[in-house]
């Protein structure tokens, strides 16, 4: 079936009133996700999961893409109104954004902002529509050989982009491939390191320990910080742009779309890396680098295009080869899995209406995200109204129900709150806290397709290099580790000296 | 310190993966791969120590001294989940939300009431009957 007659198949199934509503409550609790700081898209997706336990899985899956994709709308919005970002990817949009709301021109920054993130958005599902598919055929002819190699680029490519020192990245990565042997064996049954802990029969949950770490480590970490709210609200009237600023914003919103995107394609903090990298490209390029933090549009077009960009790219792996490259797609993975889908290779050949249900809610998604964003940005920042000190006991309690509800076991809340201490002290000790979860989720593929791999060779290791592209994807990886090693060194010898 | 708990964590779990089935090559048993972790993580978390230039560093008496809210909020949070499922719902989340609130947050005891009442009832109605989910009904069966 050719392209076209795919998304009109798939915007039948989105269009109706159900998904459409569906999807409309995902992009609306995500925007409000997005501006509360202290819960990020992963807290926001895992909460919701047992809202979705009554919906059919075409309808969960529109729901929680909303909700990944609302957040990074949403994010923007207190960044550029009050200097605080409401989750990380948008930390970048406080240097220009700020500054231009102290201007005046906080309308035209939510405005651009919004627009970028749509057109970034938009091109990006362009992608995972030509992309996905294509990469899901190539999938296929992947043995344990090529899967087991292809995992471990991930994991060296998680690894040097991580926001610390490689070493740290790494220890972090190992640690959560670790922690994903707790448990019964797949392949002998065997248990390992549960200790006689029945709960640990089925492994260490990934939900609890994503929501933990992420969810109640950083409600803890914000305990500690004041925060002052200076308000400013932009009447519907001041939205628009100007022309000059509106010309200026083209080039860094088409550079954030394709850096974004392709950035979302590797695993770890896709966002945040996107982001970053558009903002130092957009200075490098701009002919005013020395303004680049005092309210260029450029500062807030390119970043907050990428970050949206980069939610797409992030659908690629994830859908194609069901490898999620960032917490909140693992627990999107999770919630799919729980409604008996799982995301691979043979995802979209198998189940290619609910793939094409989603690509068109994309679309969707991000039209009602724009429409969402600007007029109801009064509502939005009227959430920031209410003080930490009574949203955080609230968002405690939800973190804890919401985990309990997945299995309404109380060994889980154990490991949420283990992993909430755990995800305090390694935040304190500035440990990255991404490759951890991810190593968690994707750690037993790579065992299992190891193992499976030597039992197919006879326990000879040619396996490995006998294949094209398992020696293609082990070279890469080999460099990879190399050149970070050797940046690393070099890194500590500069801090040294 | 990091870099401690990296390499104690590595030669523990060397310690339990070498009693684990190692198999054969042809035949890769259920310790074979925590093996190579557990070595990899003990390495890495040895030359993490010989490189760590002192950044993130813990300092534990101030650690104790200064973070009593989040000292707090960790202890009420394992107090919760210990009778979470004995006292139900309803009572957990009240005394929990309430000491959260007066203790935590210090609102005035009549504040904190009225909060700790709103926010209880209203999550119980929203996870309890719109969600549908099962929250434990206690002795009281609320």
Not at chain 1, 26 to 48: N, Q
Not at chain 1, 232 to 256: T, V
Not at chain 1, 258 to 273: D, E, R, T
Not at chain 1, 388 to 407: A, D, Q
Request: proline fraction near 5%.
């Amino acid at each position: 079936m050719d392209l076209s007659n795919n998304l009109l198949i798939g915007f039948q199934t989105a269009l109706t009133l159900k998904n459409l509503y569906l999807c409309f409550l995902g992009c609306l609790w995500g925007s409000m996700v997005g501006v509360l700081p202290g819960i990020g898209p992963l807290a926001g997706i895992a909460l919701l999961i047992p809202a979705t336990y009554g919906l059919d899985v075409t309808g969960a899956i529109i729901m929680l893409a909303g909700i990944y994709y609302g957040a990074m709308y949403g994010g923007s919005t207190t960044s550029i109104l009050m200097n605080i970002p409401g989750e990380s990817a948008s930390v970048v949009t406080c240097l220009d954004g700020y500054q231009m709301t102290k201007k005046g021109r906080a309308g035209a920054a939510l405005f651009i902002a919004a627009w970028g993130s749509w057109v970034g958005g938009t091109l990006s599902v362009l992608g995972v529509m030509l992309l996905a598919p294509t990469l899901a055929n190539l999938a296929m002819k992947f043995g344990p050989a090529e899967m087991f190699s292809l995992l471990l680029v991930a994991f060296v490519l998680l690894g040097s982009l991580g926001t610390g020192s490689f070493l740290k990245s790494m220890a972090m990565i190992v640690l959560g491939l670790l922690a994903g042997t707790v448990g019964m064996d797949n392949l002998t049954g065997a248990y390992r390191f549960t200790f006689g802990i029945r709960d640990l029969f089925d492994g260490i949950g990934f939900v609890p320990v994503a929501m933990g770490m992420f969810g109640i480590g950083e409600i803890l970490a914000a305990t500690e910080e004041t925060l002052v709210h200076e308000f400013y609200k932009p009447r519907l009237r001041e939205l628009l742009p100007n022309k000059h600023e509106f010309r200026a914003s083209i080039g860094p919103i088409l550079r954030g779309s394709g850096l974004g995107f392709f950035v979302g394609l590797l695993p770890g903090s896709a966002h945040v890396l996107s982001s970053f990298l558009s903002y130092i490209v957009e200075k490098r390029l701009s002919k005013k680098p020395e303004e680049f933090g005092t309210g260029r549009i450029e500062g807030v077009a390119g970043p907050e295009t990428a970050n949206n960009a980069a939610t797409g790219g992030a659908m690629v792996p994830f859908l194609a080869l069901g490898i999620p490259t960032g917490p909140a797609i693992a627990v999107m993975m999770v919630a799919l899995l729980i409604h008996g889908v799982r995301p691979g290779p043979l995802f979209i050949s198998e189940q290619p209406q609910l793939f094409w249900s989603l690509i068109a809610s994309l679309y969707i998604g991000n039209i009602i995200l724009v429409a969402l964003n600007l007029p109801l940005v009064g509502l939005f920042v009227n959430l920031l109204r209410v003080p930490f000190r009574i949203l955080f006991p609230i968002i405690l309690l939800v973190c804890l129900i919401g985990t309990y509800s997945i299995s309404l076991s109380r060994f889980d809340l154990v490991v949420l709150l283990g992993s909430g201490v755990m995800g305090y002290v390694f935040r304190k000790l500035r440990y990255d806290l991404a490759p951890f979860v991810l190593a968690l989720i994707i750690g037993p593929t790579l065992e299992e397709s190891f193992r499976q791999a030597l039992m197919r060779s006879g326990g000879s290791f040619s396996i490995f290099w006998g294949s094209p592209m398992a020696l293609s994807f082990l070279a890469i990886a080999a460099f990879l580790l190399f050149w970070s090693l050797l940046r690393s060194l070099r890194r500590e010898k500069e801090k040294k000296g | 310190m990091g870099s401690l708990i990296f390499f104690l964590a590595g030669v523990f779990a060397l310690s339990m993966s070498i009693r684990l089935p190692l198999g054969t090559m042809d035949k890769p048993g259920p310790g074979i791969f925590p093996l190579i972790l557990s070595g990899l993580l003990s390495i890495i978390g040895g030359l993490l120590l010989l490189f760590e230039t002192g950044s993130g560093k813990m300092h534990w008496s101030r650690l104790i001294r200064e973070k009593g809210t989040v000292w707090k909020i960790i202890l009420l949070s394992a107090v919760f989940i210990a009778a979470f499922e004995w006292l139900g719902y309803l009572a957990a989340s009240t005394l929990y939300l309430f000491f959260l609130f007066w203790g935590v947050c210090r609102f005035r005891a009549a504040a904190a009431v009225a909060l700790t009442a709103i926010i209880t009832v209203s999550s119980w109605y929203f996870f309890g009957t719109i969600l549908g989910l099962q929250l434990p009904a206690g002795p009281w069966r609320l």
